[in-house]
């Protein structure tokens, strides 16, 4: 079946550190993948997206690129704030409008 | 547009009870989920519908859960009766159609004592 594996946090960094929240994934057929994120007391927002192999998402300076070859869609930012501080979600979606999510990543960064 | 709109965001209710947790999607958005958080078993999908009709609701974990969509712009999910084992947040969210985002609420916090 489909699945979503993500690393297990929390992830502690130092503001201005560089962030990489690994994801890997099992799907039939050509799924899209998804980062969401949720800030405490929220629903989760879309962080960023990307619906074929070798395409790049990005948004708020978080980039994550599908990669078929290693069935990864990873996560990064250069320089984290303080602000980014959530749980950052990958999810995938095979086209039964069933979005996939892999357990969640606590990210915390402190000042 | 508002956004996806839950109601109540926080829930307290005995052992027991009739618990109807209440989302009104998107307007134009004809994918509707209920979703369930907690921290043992993650993000959990109970069940989805598409033009108001019920499509997969495999992740209903019992009978004691409904869910109905009577038109375009509502949806509840009701616990009766509920256990404290239902405490969760639960998400509305809505998409569009295959290959686009889905829209979260809030969420409800319910706790079942």
């Known amino acids: 079946g489909n699945s979503v594996t993500q690393m297990e946090g929390p992830v502690t960094l130092s503001e201005e550190a560089f962030l990489t929240i690994n994801c890997t994934y099992t799907?039939?057929?050509?799924?899209?993948l998804f980062w969401y994120v949720q800030y405490p007391g929220e629903g989760l927002q879309l962080l960023l997206k990307?619906?074929?192999?070798?395409d790049k998402g990005s948004n708020k300076g978080f980039e994550a690129t599908y990669r078929k070859e290693t069935t990864s869609f990873h996560l990064e930012k250069g320089s984290v704030q303080v602000s980014d501080s959530a749980v950052y979600f990958c999810?995938?979606?095979?086209?039964?409008?069933?979005?996939?999510f892999g357990t969640g990543t606590r990210l915390l960064v402190s000042p | 547009d508002a956004g996806v709109i839950q109601s109540p965001r926080h829930e307290v209710t005995e052992m027991g009870q009739e618990v109807t947790l209440r989302c009104k999607p998107i307007?134009?958005?004809?994918?509707l989920f209920w979703y369930r958080q907690t921290m043992m078993r993650g993000l959990e999908l109970l069940i989805y519908?598409?033009?108001?009709?019920?499509?997969?609701d495999s992740g209903m974990p019992e009978d004691r859960f409904s869910a109905k969509m009577p038109n375009a712009s509502f949806s509840t999910l009701k616990i009766q009766p509920s256990e404290p084992r239902d405490s969760a947040v639960y998400f509305c969210a809505c998409s569009q159609s295959w290959n686009t985002e889905a829209f979260f609420g809030q969420g409800t916090r319910l706790t079942v004592v």
């Open positions: 990307a619906t074929k192999a070798d």
């Open positions: 799907a039939t057929g050509y799924p899209s």
């Open positions: 999810a995938l979606n095979t086209g039964f409008q069933k979005l996939v």
């Open positions: 307007s134009g958005h004809d994918y």
């Open positions: 519908f598409n033009n108001n009709v019920p499509i997969d």
